[in-house]
């Protein structure tokens, strides 16, 4: 039996319903998420960086493809897909604009757990990927 699935089905409903104040409350307050991008800790920062993906990506959804868990810990492997229609954040903390261009990636996450929320979050994805899909980089040659 799995002690923490349900704690990512109701993350995942709650993202996948725009619910930003319902997903940033299934972490505690000094959670510290980790992603290619870089860190994120505490909820204001978790807050900013999910509204500006789930304001790129209006039709975004998160599904999940396998799931494991032992102990505190319970790791994902996630497709996430979207539309872009909204200014997008880049690290170099310039905006791209709509590309009205379709997103689709694969990746993982492990997630530590804490008094029924996520501490820990470290999210794995090619970039790459993303902004290649988005026209920012060129596609390979076949």
Same mark, same amino acid.
């Given at each position: /039996?799995?002690?923490?699935?349900?704690?990512?089905?109701?993350?995942?409903?709650?993202?996948?319903? *725009?619910?930003?104040?319902?997903?940033?409350?299934?972490?505690?307050?000094?959670?510290?998420?980790?992603?290619?991008?870089?860190?994120?800790?505490?909820?204001?920062?978790?807050?900013? %960086?999910?509204?500006?993906?789930?304001?790129?990506?209006?039709?975004?959804?998160?599904?999940? @493809?396998?799931?494991?868990? *032992?102990?505190?810990?319970?790791?994902?492997?996630?497709?996430?897909?979207?539309?872009?229609? #909204?200014?997008?954040? /880049?690290?170099? #903390?310039?905006?791209?604009?709509?590309?009205? %261009?379709?997103?689709? @990636?694969? *990746?993982?996450? /492990?997630?530590?757990?804490?008094?029924?929320? /996520?501490?820990?979050?470290?999210?794995?994805?090619?970039?790459?990927?993303?902004?290649?899909?988005? #026209?920012?980089?060129?596609?390979?040659?076949?």
């Amino acid at each position: /039996m799995y002690t923490h699935r349900s704690l990512l089905e109701r993350a995942v409903a709650a993202y996948n319903d *725009g619910d930003l104040d319902g997903y940033v409350d299934l972490y505690t307050d000094d959670a510290v998420l980790t992603t290619p991008e870089g860190a994120f800790k505490g909820k204001d920062d978790l807050r900013e %960086r999910f509204s500006r993906e789930l304001n790129a990506l209006s039709d975004i959804r998160f599904d999940v @493809i396998s799931y494991v868990e *032992g102990g505190d810990t319970f790791a994902d492997e996630f497709r996430l897909a979207g539309t872009h229609t #909204g200014p997008l954040s /880049m690290p170099d #903390g310039t905006e791209l604009p709509a590309t009205g %261009r379709h997103v689709e @990636i694969q *990746g993982m996450e /492990m997630v530590h757990v804490r008094d029924g929320r /996520m501490v820990a979050d470290n999210l794995y994805y090619d970039n790459v990927a993303v902004f290649t899909q988005l #026209g920012v980089l060129p596609r390979p040659k076949d």
